[in-house]
């Protein structure tokens, strides 16, 4: 069984910056494509940023694109989305996904993740 837990979450002005962190345990995380999602209330869950199993590809949503940054360390299981110059329309709850095996590709849909985590309150103040 794959678990997922993030941190990182809470509360920031506008303009700073967080860093969020998921950490996986399963047998073979290097293989895992990894993804970062959002999901406000009342809106359907968002794609934000995917990356592949070696960290070699990544992919944004255009909303985030040159203000969030994902990465991966598979020495310590561990996805991270560094986001800057937050904006209040980025306020919302943060989830990572795993799709287990990833192969060579990023994935911008949510269904095509198969485990995810509980997520973490992001809260942009303007």
């Known amino acids: 069984q794959v678990q997922l837990v993030e941190s990182g979450g809470g509360l920031v002005q506008a303009g700073g910056s967080l860093r969020l962190s998921c950490v996986v345990s399963?047998?073979?995380?290097?293989?895992?494509?990894m993804g970062w999602f959002r999901q406000a209330p009342g809106k359907e869950r968002e794609f934000v940023a995917s990356?592949?199993?070696?960290?070699?590809?990544?992919y944004y949503a255009d909303s985030v694109k040159g203000r969030f940054t994902i990465s991966r360390d598979n020495a310590k299981n561990t996805v991270s989305l560094q986001m800057n110059s937050l904006k209040p329309e980025d306020t919302a709850v943060y989830l990572c996904?795993?799709?287990?095996?990833?192969?060579?590709?990023?994935?911008?849909?949510?269904?095509?993740?198969?485990?995810w985590g509980q997520g973490t309150q992001v809260t942009v103040s303007s």
């Open positions: 990356i592949i199993w070696s960290g070699g590809n990544t």
């Open positions: 996904a795993s799709r287990v095996p990833g192969g060579i590709y990023y994935y911008t849909r949510a269904g095509s993740y198969d485990y």
């Open positions: 399963g047998p073979t995380f290097s293989t895992y494509a």
